[in-house]
């Protein structure tokens, strides 16, 4: 795999990757009930936000499973306003894109913006044929962001996943990397 080149920069956007200087802010808003609501991994601890944030700080994209896990930050702005990532899935040339912001980066369009940039980077600079995202089918935000990507709606799985009590349905979006070259 070539390597990632950082920071990424779109119109309004940095990302980069994550330091240790970020684990409060990270915290912050992966502590959130709302921000976990369609999350499987629910509201992240301090002790999980340290392991995550150590992670995503030594981040590694080099075999099936790796994850480019980005910090988003606005332009001129030093303040961390979510993540963006992209999974390198088993198959060949086969991506996973997702997106989480703080409620102080929504409405802003920067996740759209965000993941157009892991789009970019899977598809020209990693080369990738096809970029899915896997969402609860009741997260609307994030189907709309799907929607603004140009991805299609591919699947609903429906009740294919229990946590927090509750049976959940997954939706699934894709793009091609002709579809996105075609758009841009
Ligand atoms: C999913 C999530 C990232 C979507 O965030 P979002 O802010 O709605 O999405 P975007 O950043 O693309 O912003 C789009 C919104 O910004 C608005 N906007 C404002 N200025 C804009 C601009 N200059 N350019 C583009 N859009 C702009 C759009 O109109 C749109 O608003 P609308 O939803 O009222 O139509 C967010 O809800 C979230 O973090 N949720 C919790 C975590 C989560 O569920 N993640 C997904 C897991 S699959």
Not at 18 to 27: G, Q, W
Not at 56 to 74: I, K
Not at 145 to 174: D, I, K, P
Request: hydrophobic content about 45%.
């Amino acid at each position: 795999m070539p390597e990632i080149p950082l920071p990424i920069l779109t119109e309004r956007l940095v990302l980069r990757r994550f330091t240790a200087d970020d684990l409060t802010a990270y915290h912050a808003y992966r502590s959130l009930e709302e921000t976990a609501r369609f999350l499987p991994s629910g509201p992240h601890k301090i002790t999980t936000a340290m392991q995550v944030v150590g992670k995503y700080s030594n981040f590694v994209f080099e075999q099936v499973g790796d994850w480019v896990s980005l910090a988003v930050e606005a332009k001129g702005s030093p303040v961390l306003l979510g993540e963006v990532v992209l999974k390198w899935l088993p198959g060949r040339g086969q991506g996973e894109v997702g997106w989480i912001l703080a409620p102080a980066g929504r409405g802003k369009g920067y996740a759209t913006e965000a993941a157009e940039a892991m789009l970019k980077l899977g598809f020209e600079t990693l080369g990738m044929h096809r970029i899915e995202a896997r969402l609860d089918a009741l997260n609307g935000a994030s189907a709309a962001v799907c929607q603004r990507l140009g991805m299609q709606h591919e699947a609903t799985l429906r009740e294919n996943s229990f946590a927090n009590g509750v049976w959940s349905s997954e939706a699934r979006y894709a793009i091609f990397a002709s579809e996105w070259k075609s758009s841009h």
